[in-house]
């Protein structure tokens, strides 16, 4: 059964980069790709981007030009950085695998709060 | 790129049926049949329930099928149960390599 699980801060200051990591375990990161989708506080789901196993991503146009995502195969791990945060990036993220074009493996959610 | 409209909120009583609609444009639903579903509860990450419009992931029962029809998509839930209480939203495929959600529903089992 493959697990997800996030891990990094829950607090970070207005204009600093948000930084949290994905651990997958249960399987293989190999010839799958890798997501982020976060949830604003009472809101709905916004997906982030994707990176594939062999490194390249693909962002959402709305969020494009503040974020980076890598992987470590080797650590079955994969990354999101998020630049210049502000409260409006409050948001529980998730971690996901992508398979064909659902999401069907999901991690348990970390709560970011942008908050000086 | 703006959500998928859906119903903010609908309700049923045990054994009925609901149709959650997910209304997008040319450029997403209407161009892929790269529909998913996924329920939510409260404190919980989404669980995948139908990819591909109408496809069910293993293990999902058979109460839950997709339909698509032009640039809307629906989700209906048959024979209605307690713990069908819960938030659903649907994504598509939009072109791109992107992806966009819809608004999610609320589901009341009265």
């Known amino acids: 059964q493959v697990q997800l699980q996030e891990s990094g801060p829950g607090l970070v200051k207005p204009s600093e980069t948000l930084s949290l990591n994905c651990t997958v375990s249960?399987?293989?990161?190999?010839?799958?790709?890798w997501s982020w989708i976060r949830q604003s506080p009472g809101k709905g789901l916004e997906w982030i981007g994707f990176i594939y196993s062999s490194g390249s991503a693909d962002y959402s146009p709305s969020l494009k030009s503040r974020v980076t995502m890598s992987l470590d195969t080797s650590k079955n791990q994969f990354s999101l950085k998020v630049t210049s945060v502000s409260p409006a990036d409050t948001a529980v993220y998730y971690c996901?695998?992508?398979?064909?074009?659902?999401?069907?493996?999901w991690g348990q959610g970390i709560l970011v709060t942008v908050s000086s | 790129q703006s959500p998928l409209a859906q119903p903010r909120s609908l309700s049923g009583s045990p054994g009925q049926s609901v149709t959650i609609s997910c209304t997008g444009t040319s450029r997403d639903i209407g161009s892929f049949n790269y529909v998913s579903w996924y329920q939510q509860y409260p404190g919980k990450p989404p669980q995948f329930i139908l990819f591909?419009?109408?496809k069910r992931p293993s293990g999902v029962p058979d109460r839950f099928s997709g339909s698509k029809s032009g640039n809307t998509a629906s989700l209906t839930i048959s024979g209605l149960q307690a713990d069908d209480e819960a938030d659903y939203y649907c994504?598509?495929?939009?072109?791109?390599?992107?992806?966009?959600f819809g608004s999610g529903t609320t589901v009341t089992v009265l």
């Open positions: 994504c598509s495929y939009a072109g791109n390599y992107n992806y966009v």
């Open positions: 996901a695998r992508r398979v064909g074009a659902g999401f069907d493996y």
């Open positions: 249960g399987g293989s990161m190999i010839t799958y790709y």
């Open positions: 591909d419009v109408n």
